[in-house]
Protein backbone atom coordinates (compact mmCIF):
# COMPACT_ATOMS: atom_id res chain seq x y z
CA UNK A 1 0.00 0.00 0.00
CA UNK A 2 1.78 3.45 -0.91
CA UNK A 3 2.14 6.03 1.93
CA UNK A 4 0.68 8.66 -0.51
CA UNK A 5 -2.15 7.77 -2.76
CA UNK A 6 -0.88 8.80 -6.81
CA UNK A 7 -3.59 10.95 -8.31
CA UNK A 8 -3.59 11.28 -12.23
CA UNK A 9 -7.30 12.30 -12.72
CA UNK A 10 -8.36 10.54 -16.13
CA UNK A 11 -11.12 11.67 -15.98
CA UNK A 12 -13.30 14.58 -17.08
CA UNK A 13 -13.20 17.55 -14.72
CA UNK A 14 -16.72 16.74 -12.11
CA UNK A 15 -19.61 18.11 -13.08
CA UNK A 16 -23.46 18.41 -11.89
CA UNK A 17 -25.46 15.72 -12.41
CA UNK A 18 -27.39 15.65 -15.27
CA UNK A 19 -31.23 13.97 -14.82
CA UNK A 20 -31.82 13.84 -18.57
CA UNK A 21 -27.97 12.27 -19.31
CA UNK A 22 -27.55 10.56 -22.39
CA UNK A 23 -24.08 9.46 -22.51
CA UNK A 24 -25.06 5.40 -22.67
CA UNK A 25 -26.96 4.52 -25.94
CA UNK A 26 -27.27 1.40 -24.24
CA UNK A 27 -28.65 2.36 -21.44
CA UNK A 28 -30.48 5.03 -22.46
CA UNK A 29 -32.30 2.16 -24.70
CA UNK A 30 -32.90 -0.18 -21.54
CA UNK A 31 -34.12 2.99 -19.94
CA UNK A 32 -37.19 3.51 -22.73
CA UNK A 33 -38.24 -0.27 -23.08
CA UNK A 34 -38.36 -0.06 -19.37
CA UNK A 35 -40.84 2.95 -19.19
CA UNK A 36 -42.88 1.28 -22.08
CA UNK A 37 -42.92 -1.95 -20.15
CA UNK A 38 -43.87 -1.00 -16.56
CA UNK A 39 -45.80 2.29 -17.13
CA UNK A 40 -45.46 2.88 -13.21
CA UNK A 41 -41.51 2.86 -13.77
CA UNK A 42 -40.06 6.45 -13.86
CA UNK A 43 -36.93 5.23 -16.00
CA UNK A 44 -34.49 7.74 -15.87
CA UNK A 45 -31.28 8.34 -14.69
CA UNK A 46 -31.48 7.85 -10.26
CA UNK A 47 -29.78 11.11 -8.51
CA UNK A 48 -27.96 10.81 -5.13
CA UNK A 49 -29.88 10.75 -2.12
CA UNK A 50 -28.78 12.76 0.76
CA UNK A 51 -27.17 15.90 2.77
CA UNK A 52 -24.82 17.75 -0.03
CA UNK A 53 -21.49 17.49 2.24
CA UNK A 54 -21.34 14.05 3.49
CA UNK A 55 -19.58 12.79 6.44
CA UNK A 56 -20.70 9.51 5.12
CA UNK A 57 -20.87 8.25 1.19
CA UNK A 58 -21.86 4.99 0.82
CA UNK A 59 -21.34 3.94 -3.21
CA UNK A 60 -23.18 1.14 -4.62
CA UNK A 61 -23.14 -0.61 -8.31
CA UNK A 62 -26.43 0.65 -10.40
CA UNK A 63 -30.43 1.42 -9.78
CA UNK A 64 -32.11 -2.07 -9.61
CA UNK A 65 -34.57 -2.38 -12.13
CA UNK A 66 -38.00 -2.60 -9.66
CA UNK A 67 -36.22 -0.72 -7.25
CA UNK A 68 -34.17 2.80 -7.68
CA UNK A 69 -35.40 2.91 -11.46
CA UNK A 70 -38.88 2.52 -10.31
CA UNK A 71 -38.44 4.94 -7.53
CA UNK A 72 -36.08 7.03 -7.96
CA UNK A 73 -34.22 7.38 -5.32
CA UNK A 74 -30.91 4.90 -4.35
CA UNK A 75 -31.51 1.19 -2.72
CA UNK A 76 -35.41 2.14 -2.30
CA UNK A 77 -37.97 -0.48 -3.21
CA UNK A 78 -35.53 -3.21 -3.91
CA UNK A 79 -34.00 -5.66 -1.92
CA UNK A 80 -30.76 -4.71 -1.54
CA UNK A 81 -32.16 -1.35 -0.23
CA UNK A 82 -34.07 -3.22 2.81
CA UNK A 83 -30.69 -4.11 5.00
CA UNK A 84 -28.44 -0.83 3.75
CA UNK A 85 -31.56 1.48 5.41
CA UNK A 86 -31.81 -0.44 8.27
CA UNK A 87 -28.15 -0.64 8.87
CA UNK A 88 -28.02 3.28 8.04
CA UNK A 89 -30.45 3.90 10.54
CA UNK A 90 -29.09 1.56 13.11
CA UNK A 91 -25.84 3.91 13.20
CA UNK A 92 -27.77 7.13 13.13
CA UNK A 93 -27.10 7.76 9.58
CA UNK A 94 -30.73 7.43 8.76
CA UNK A 95 -34.12 9.02 10.22
CA UNK A 96 -35.82 5.79 9.39
CA UNK A 97 -35.23 2.20 8.88
CA UNK A 98 -37.27 1.76 6.01
CA UNK A 99 -37.07 3.30 2.38
CA UNK A 100 -40.26 2.76 0.13
CA UNK A 101 -40.58 5.84 -1.74
CA UNK A 102 -38.27 9.44 -2.51
CA UNK A 103 -41.45 11.47 -0.91
CA UNK A 104 -41.54 9.14 2.28
CA UNK A 105 -39.91 11.70 4.46
CA UNK A 106 -36.70 9.30 5.41
CA UNK A 107 -33.94 11.44 5.52
CA UNK A 108 -30.33 11.21 5.74
CA UNK A 109 -27.95 12.22 8.72
CA UNK A 110 -24.49 13.13 7.61
CA UNK A 111 -24.92 10.89 4.96
CA UNK A 112 -25.05 10.29 1.50
CA UNK A 113 -25.61 7.32 -1.23
CA UNK A 114 -25.04 7.32 -4.90
CA UNK A 115 -23.85 4.65 -7.84
CA UNK A 116 -21.29 4.04 -9.91
CA UNK A 117 -24.03 4.17 -12.78
CA UNK A 118 -26.54 6.04 -12.37
CA UNK A 119 -28.95 3.99 -14.83
CA UNK A 120 -30.33 0.58 -14.46
CA UNK A 121 -28.11 -1.64 -16.59
CA UNK A 122 -29.39 -4.96 -18.36
CA UNK A 123 -29.21 -7.63 -16.12
CA UNK A 124 -27.96 -5.39 -13.17
CA UNK A 125 -24.07 -5.34 -15.43
CA UNK A 126 -22.75 -2.15 -16.27
CA UNK A 127 -20.05 -1.92 -19.62
CA UNK A 128 -16.82 -0.56 -18.31
CA UNK A 129 -17.62 2.27 -20.93
CA UNK A 130 -20.23 3.00 -18.85
CA UNK A 131 -18.97 3.08 -15.37
CA UNK A 132 -16.21 5.26 -17.26
CA UNK A 133 -18.62 7.25 -18.62
CA UNK A 134 -20.34 8.21 -15.02
CA UNK A 135 -16.88 8.64 -13.64
CA UNK A 136 -17.73 12.57 -13.27
CA UNK A 137 -20.29 12.48 -11.53
CA UNK A 138 -19.04 9.86 -8.98
CA UNK A 139 -15.96 12.67 -8.85
CA UNK A 140 -18.35 15.16 -7.77
CA UNK A 141 -19.93 12.88 -5.21
CA UNK A 142 -16.14 11.70 -3.98
CA UNK A 143 -15.30 15.34 -3.64
CA UNK A 144 -18.02 16.44 -1.59
CA UNK A 145 -17.02 13.97 1.52
CA UNK A 146 -15.74 16.04 4.21
CA UNK A 147 -12.34 15.99 5.31
CA UNK A 148 -11.44 13.20 7.59
CA UNK A 149 -14.60 11.03 6.44
CA UNK A 150 -15.85 7.26 4.95
CA UNK A 151 -16.63 6.23 2.11
CA UNK A 152 -17.81 2.71 1.72
CA UNK A 153 -17.76 1.04 -1.56
CA UNK A 154 -20.54 -2.07 -2.41
CA UNK A 155 -18.64 -4.80 -3.98
CA UNK A 156 -15.84 -5.05 -5.95
CA UNK A 157 -16.97 -2.67 -8.89
CA UNK A 158 -17.90 0.35 -7.21
CA UNK A 159 -14.71 0.06 -5.39
CA UNK A 160 -13.19 0.07 -8.67
CA UNK A 161 -14.87 2.78 -9.85
CA UNK A 162 -14.27 5.01 -7.08
CA UNK A 163 -10.71 3.87 -7.62
CA UNK A 164 -10.74 5.03 -10.99
CA UNK A 165 -12.31 7.99 -10.50
CA UNK A 166 -9.99 9.11 -8.17
CA UNK A 167 -6.94 8.15 -10.46
CA UNK A 168 -5.73 5.46 -8.04
CA UNK A 169 -4.47 1.83 -9.13
CA UNK A 170 -6.96 -0.60 -8.56
CA UNK A 171 -3.82 -3.15 -7.61
CA UNK A 172 -2.68 -0.89 -4.95
CA UNK A 173 -6.01 -0.75 -3.17
CA UNK A 174 -7.15 -4.66 -3.10
CA UNK A 175 -10.85 -5.50 -2.56
CA UNK A 176 -12.05 -7.22 -0.11
CA UNK A 177 -14.75 -7.19 2.90
CA UNK A 178 -13.84 -5.11 6.00
CA UNK A 179 -10.55 -3.78 4.14
CA UNK A 180 -9.72 -0.30 4.66
CA UNK A 181 -7.73 1.78 2.47
CA UNK A 182 -6.25 5.95 3.08
CA UNK A 183 -7.55 8.38 0.49
CA UNK A 184 -6.88 11.90 0.61
CA UNK A 185 -7.80 14.86 2.77
CA UNK A 186 -7.68 11.92 5.31
CA UNK A 187 -10.93 10.23 3.69
CA UNK A 188 -10.97 5.92 4.63
CA UNK A 189 -12.24 3.95 1.79
CA UNK A 190 -13.86 0.85 3.73
CA UNK A 191 -14.67 -2.39 1.59
CA UNK A 192 -18.03 -4.34 1.68
CA UNK A 193 -19.84 -7.21 -0.07
CA UNK A 194 -22.62 -5.65 -2.05
CA UNK A 195 -25.98 -6.18 0.08
CA UNK A 196 -27.82 -8.01 -2.90
CA UNK A 197 -30.18 -10.73 -3.08
CA UNK A 198 -27.96 -13.22 -3.83
CA UNK A 199 -25.31 -12.38 -1.33
CA UNK A 200 -27.34 -12.10 1.59
CA UNK A 201 -29.58 -14.84 1.15
CA UNK A 202 -26.40 -17.08 0.78
CA UNK A 203 -24.71 -15.72 3.54
CA UNK A 204 -22.06 -14.51 2.06
CA UNK A 205 -22.87 -11.27 4.11
CA UNK A 206 -24.57 -11.16 6.67
CA UNK A 207 -26.15 -8.52 8.65
CA UNK A 208 -23.41 -8.80 11.31
CA UNK A 209 -21.19 -8.57 8.25
CA UNK A 210 -22.50 -5.62 7.30
CA UNK A 211 -22.78 -4.22 10.36
CA UNK A 212 -19.48 -4.49 11.50
CA UNK A 213 -18.58 -1.75 7.97
CA UNK A 214 -20.71 0.85 9.24
CA UNK A 215 -19.52 0.27 12.81
CA UNK A 216 -16.09 0.88 11.97
CA UNK A 217 -17.27 4.05 9.74
CA UNK A 218 -18.97 5.36 12.80
CA UNK A 219 -16.54 4.88 14.42
CA UNK A 220 -13.69 6.94 12.10
CA UNK A 221 -16.01 10.03 11.95
CA UNK A 222 -17.45 9.73 15.53
CA UNK A 223 -13.41 9.90 16.31
CA UNK A 224 -11.84 11.57 13.26
CA UNK A 225 -9.20 8.88 12.84
CA UNK A 226 -8.46 7.60 9.13
CA UNK A 227 -7.63 4.17 8.23
CA UNK A 228 -3.65 3.94 8.38
CA UNK A 229 -1.90 2.00 5.18
Do not use: W
Not at 66 to 82: L, W
Not at 136 to 153: F, H, N, P, R, T
Not at 182 to 192: E, M, N
Amino acid sequence: MPATPRVTRPVPQARVFDPACERCERLCRFLADSRERYLAHRGLPVPAFGVRSPQLLVVGLAPGLHGANRTGRPFTGDHAGILLYATLHEFGFASGSVSTSADDGLRLIGARITNAVRCVPPANKPLPQEVRNCADYLVADLESVAAGGVVIALGRISHEAILAALGLRARDYAFAHEARHTLARGITLIDSYHCSRYNTQTRRLTPEMFAAVFAAARAIIGTGQAARS
